[in-house]
């Protein structure tokens, strides 16, 4: 199963661009795929309007099959091992990923998602119970995401 993770724009502050990349580096070893789709920019319109406009940008992205899985603060505060878990099951194509195409990971953009990205989404993970900038959440879940595949593989970068 292909394990896919949309990011919002260009990482900022532009000093974590090198972090980001090492990491989407060490997860293409694993065949996970990061893609930076084109995030609204604050404008005139309501935050509601951004977000939702953003969210059609989403939407476009995703396919029948995938199984979404949202980053908000307002989610279930995810762990590592969690997260090593539900790599498993998509690899073994067992619960909660029976059926599924692809793994779908998507952070929001400068304002959060909108509710129509956690509504669809199969689960809503939380990074943290901090509220951080974007880039640093970006790095965040990137770590988090290539520590559980280490623990999947038998890696020794994740010490038990």
């Not at 995703?62 to 762990?79: S, T």
């Not at 590592?80 to 059926?99: H, K, N, V, Y």
Request: hydrophobic share 40%; charged share 30%; with cysteine.
């Amino acid at each position: 199963m292909k394990i896919f993770v949309l990011l919002p724009g260009k990482i900022k502050p532009k000093a974590l661009s090198a972090a980001q990349d090492e990491y989407i580096k060490r997860l293409k070893a694993f065949g996970a795929e990061v893609l930076e789709y084109k995030d609204e920019k604050v404008s005139s319109r309501t935050p509601e309007q951004t977000k939702e406009a953003e969210a059609d940008r989403i939407f476009k992205l995703l396919k029948d099959g995938d199984y979404l899985i949202a980053c908000d603060e307002r989610g279930k505060k995810i762990q590592t091992l969690e997260m090593a878990d539900l790599i498993r099951a998509s690899r073994r194509g067992e619960f909660p990923m029976a059926g599924k195409r692809r793994m779908v990971v998507v952070i929001g953009g400068a304002l959060g998602l909108a509710e129509s990205v956690r509504k669809k989404a199969d689960a809503v993970w939380s990074l943290s119970s901090l509220v951080m900038a974007g880039g640093v959440a970006r790095i965040v879940l990137l770590e988090g995401l290539y520590r559980a595949f280490t623990i999947v593989e038998g890696h020794p970068y994740h010490n038990e």
